[in-house]
Structure formats: C-alpha cells, structure tokens
C-alpha cells in the first residue's frame, strides 16, 4: 500500500469511529508551562483553576512529567463491547465491580479521571477469561457508557494485555501502538466537550507515552452524565458475558470526577458495586481506601 493510500485508509477508518486526531506538540513543548489555546490545540485538557486549585496542582503535576507523544492508531474489535452495568441488586452486578459516584440532580459529570496498575491475570478453570479496568461516565441507569481503560485476557491459553476506548453502543476500540503490559501504571482523563463531543487523553506512566484524541458519539447517542465510575469489568466477548479472570487486585487512585456545576466526586464516596457469579456468588469487590482510592479484589 502505497503512502497516500495509508492515508486515505487512515482518513476512512477515522470517519468511521467518528474520531479526530489532534496535532501534534512541537519538539521540547512543556504542556504544564503552556497556554490554554496551545493546550486544546494539541490534545490536552484544561481543567480550569479558580474552581478547583487542588485539582489544577494535579492535573499540572501530571503534566510536568516528560512524556513521548504517540500518534494512535486504531482498532475496531466487533467481537466485544463494555456495556452498561447489569444490575442484579442495588449493589450487586453480573459484569461491573468497583464504585459509581452518581451527579445531584440537575447536574451531570463533565470530566472523569483515575490512574491503575495492570494487572496479571491468570485463568479460571479451562476456558477464556477477561479482565477490564477502565473509567468512565454514563452506564449505570444510563444506556450509553463513554469509557476507556486497559484490558487483560487470556484465550486458548495466550496472555494479552491493551489499551482500549469505547462509546457503547458502539464496539470496543483497541490503541495497539501503545504497548501495554502487566504493572504499567495507566492514567486516563476524560472530558465530555457537550453530550455528542468528548476528548480522552490517556497515558502509559511507566513508560512514559500518552497519546489524545477527540470523539463524537455514535449515531443518536447522547451523554447523560448521570454518573462517573472506576470499574473492573467482566466484558461482552462475542455477544455473551465473558467469564472473569482472575485478577488479584486493582487499585484506582488519582480518582476523581467534575460536574457542569462545578461539584467533585470521587470513587471513595461512590456506591460500591460487587461482581457476583451466575449463582450469585461474589467474585469481585470493592474497598475504599480513601476519598480518591479505592482497591477492587477478586474473591476466589
């Protein structure tokens, strides 16, 4: 394939998943020291200082730690999607683990941010299992789930680990040119631009890469920001619930979330949610450690 017909390749594929790509930062661009016009130019956030000045300091911290850009490129994988949570009681769930932190009413979550570690997984018994950590806003109460995180599986007995992103309902998306393995530390922002338009702005800590970029949502969807979530997830995998993997421990902190009126909520004073078994036996649940830690652990 020929240079112009990658990028016409690239083009469709980008018009497909209705995303955009920002420009690049020019060689030796310092974000934490730049203006808020060069931020949104080149794919960085801005969360805004008056309101919130401790979240500013961090979101700057974040920032200011030398990073390598990387252009993403994209992978649609029809074969599993990360719905919405299926409910089983207030607090119980057939796919999700973890907290969700629901906006007052009359307000909606406009920003979403937590930062994990990858875990290892190993298998349960002799099929394929799956394991998700992502965060999110939308999905409980909700039918659309704006959402982006990494993904440890193990299929006919082959370890793979990704980043990915999804606005469900359509399919999981995968970043495959950001190498993603177990004990990487992730870091994932958030920001729904309106109820149509988000950027996501995500990055590998460990080994220093992050990549951005903007997305419009599928057909007639809409954001309701009902509520934010720090989630491990059993995924759909081939139209069906997948089995989970047994992951250990996920620990979600740097965990926090924004509303239009300018509240903050946080995975510690979230509603905890177990992963119950289709014998309604918990497999995966959930600890708060602090306002913005929580530990989510599967129970064997």
Not at 89 to 100: A, C, I, K, L, P
Request: charged share 20%; proline share 6%.
């Amino acid at each position: 394939m020929s240079i112009i017909e990658q990028v016409e390749s690239k083009k469709r594929l980008h018009e497909v998943l209705g995303v955009r790509v920002f420009t690049p930062p020019p060689k030796g661009f310092h974000p934490h020291q730049a203006s808020e016009r060069e931020l949104i130019v080149h794919g960085f956030p801005v969360l805004p200082a008056n309101a919130h000045p401790k979240v500013h300091e961090k979101w700057k911290k974040v920032l200011s730690r030398s990073m390598d850009w990387v252009e993403p490129q994209f992978a649609l994988r029809t074969d599993r999607t990360h719905k919405p949570r299926v409910k089983v009681e207030n607090d119980t769930s057939t796919n999700w683990s973890g907290s969700v932190a629901f906006a007052a009413a009359q307000d909606r979550v406009t920003w979403v941010a937590g930062q994990w570690t990858v875990p290892h997984v190993v298998p349960v018994g002799s099929g394929n299992v799956y394991c998700a950590a992502w965060v999110g806003i939308d999905g409980d109460g909700s039918p659309d789930v704006l959402q982006a995180g990494t993904e440890c599986d193990v299929e006919n007995g082959v370890h793979q680990s990704y980043l990915w992103w999804e606005w469900f309902p359509d399919y999981e998306v995968q970043i495959p040119n950001i190498a993603v393995v177990p004990g990487d530390v992730i870091y994932c922002l958030i920001c729904a631009t309106s109820d149509t338009e988000a950027s996501f702005y995500l990055t590998n800590q460990t080994t220093r890469q992050y990549t951005s970029f903007a997305k419009t949502a599928p057909g007639t969807t809409k954001l309701r920001g009902n509520c934010a979530e720090w989630i491990v997830e059993a995924p759909t995998v081939g139209g069906g619930q997948s089995a989970l993997a047994e992951y250990g421990m996920v620990y979600f902190d740097q965990g926090i979330a924004g509303t239009k009126n300018g509240a903050l909520l946080g995975p510690g004073k979230g509603t905890p949610i177990t992963m119950v078994n289709a014998a309604g036996k918990a497999i995966s649940g959930m600890e708060v450690e602090s306002d913005e830690l929580i530990e989510c652990a599967y129970q064997i």
